[in-house]
C-alpha cells in the first residue's frame, strides 16, 4: 500500500534508493521527488487558485479592470498546453494545473459578460468552448498541429498579460483584480519552470514557462505600484 502511493511520487528504482537502500541524499532521485511533490503543490494549488478571483468579481457584481481579450488569450494558453500535453503522455504533475485553470477561467469569462449584461453570450462562450476542447483532445488533432500550437504560446501570453498590464496603465489602478490570484499564478508558473525540466524534458514548454513568469511579474508590479490607487477606488465606491 505504501510503496503503491509512494508511486506518485517516484519511480521502483528511487524506491528502492529511499527506503531499501537508504540513500536518502541520491541526488537524481532526490531532485525528482521534490520536483514531484512540487508539481502536485501546484496543481492542488491551482484548484483555488483563481477563486479569490471569481469572489471578488461576484462580490463588486462586476468585473471592471479584468480583461475580457487578455482572458481569452490565458484560456488559449492553458487550453492548449493541457491539450499539448495529453498528446505526448506528460505526467499529470505537470499539467494538472492547466486543466483546473481552464475551468476557473472560463467561468470567470461567462461572469465578465453576465456582469456586461450579455447572459446568452457567455453561455454561447461556454458552449463553443466546450467543442472545441473535444476536438482538440477527442484524437482529431494531429499532434504537429498540437505542437505548432504549442510554440504560439510564447507571444499569446506576452500579447494577454500586454493588454490587461496596458488597461490597468490607462485606468490608473487595477481594478477588481486579485492580488492574491496574480501573486499565486506568478509564483506557480516561476515553480513550473523546475518541473517542467525535471519531468518533461521539453525546452518549448520550459521556454514557454519562462516567458509567462516574465508576464505574470509584470501584472504582480502593477498590483504592488497601484496599491494606494486601488485602495482609494474602494473606499470611494463604498
Given at each position: ?23 536518502f ?27 479569490p ?8 457584481k ?61 453561455g ?37 498579460k ?20 496574480v ?15 525535471q ?40
Open positions: 500500500m505504501f510503496k503503491q502511493a509512494m508511486s506518485l511520487f517516484m519511480s521502483d528504482h528511487c524506491y528502492d534508493k529511499f527506503f531499501l537502500d537508504f540513500d541524499f541520491n541526488a537524481p532521485c532526490l531532485t525528482a521527488l521534490i520536483s514531484k511533490v512540487l508539481g502536485y503543490s501546484i496543481v492542488a494549488g491551482a484548484m483555488m487558485v483563481k477563486v478571483q471569481i469572489l471578488k468579481i461576484m462580490s463588486a462586476s468585473a471592471v479592470g479584468v480583461s475580457f481579450t487578455s482572458l481569452l488569450l490565458e484560456i488559449y494558453a492553458v487550453t492548449t498546453f493541457f491539450a499539448y500535453s495529453l498528446a505526448k503522455d506528460f505526467p499529470f504533475s505537470t499539467w494538472g494545473d492547466a486543466f483546473f485553470l481552464m475551468l476557473q477561467n472560463v467561468f470567470i469569462g461567462a461572469m465578465i459578460q453576465h456582469y456586461k449584461g450579455k447572459t446568452g453570450t457567455g454561447a462562450f461556454v458552449v463553443l468552448y466546450s467543442t472545441i476542447v473535444y476536438i482538440l483532445i477527442s484524437g482529431f488533432t494531429p499532434l504537429s498541429v498540437l505542437s505548432a500550437l504549442q510554440a504560439s504560446l510564447m507571444p499569446a501570453v506576452v500579447i494577454a500586454l493588454i490587461q498590464a496596458l488597461d490597468n496603465y490607462k485606468n490608473g489602478s487595477t481594478g477588481q483584480l486579485s492580488a492574491i490570484t501573486f499565486l499564478m506568478f509564483i506557480g508558473s516561476l515553480a513550473r519552470i523546475f518541473t517542467s525540466i519531468e518533461t524534458g521539453d525546452n518549448l514548454v520550459v521556454l514557454n514557462y519562462i516567458v509567462s513568469s516574465t508576464s505574470n511579474g509584470v501584472i504582480a508590479f502593477q498590483i504592488l505600484w497601484y496599491w494606494n490607487a486601488n485602495v482609494a477606488t474602494k473606499k470611494k465606491a463604498e
